[in-house]
């Protein structure tokens, strides 16, 4: 079974930076697609960043140019560089491995 263990988050300033890890275990990780979400108060849980084996990527476009998603299949480690950051990128952050295994989540704050 896999395991997803994020951290990176935080309170941080609008305008600062963030860069959020998931380490996974289990051997499968270099074939899997990984991706992050967050979910808002009162929100749906939304996607924010996807990469697949390949190191292809799509974004929402809430975050296209501020945000860029990496993997390290040697450290079965999935990245967010969260740049620019705003007070509406304020959420619980979570790792998934495609389809069905999501990490803990980790906060992130933005102050205005």
């Known amino acids: 079974q896999v395991q997803l263990v994020e951290s990176g988050g935080g309170l941080v300033q609008a305008g600062g930076s963030l860069r959020l890890s998931c380490a996974a275990s289990g051997s499968i990780f270099s074939k899997n697609v990984m991706g992050w979400y967050r979910q808002a108060p009162g929100k749906q849980r939304e996607l924010v960043a996807r990469i697949d084996s390949a190191g292809r990527t799509n974004y929402a476009d809430s975050v296209k140019g501020r945000f860029i998603i990496s993997r390290d299949n040697a450290k079965n480690t999935v990245y967010l560089q969260m740049n620019s950051l705003k007070p509406e990128d304020t959420a619980v952050y979570y790792c998934?491995?495609?389809?069905?295994?999501w990490g803990q989540g980790t906060q992130v704050t933005v102050s205005s």
């Open positions: 998934n491995l495609f389809p069905g295994s």
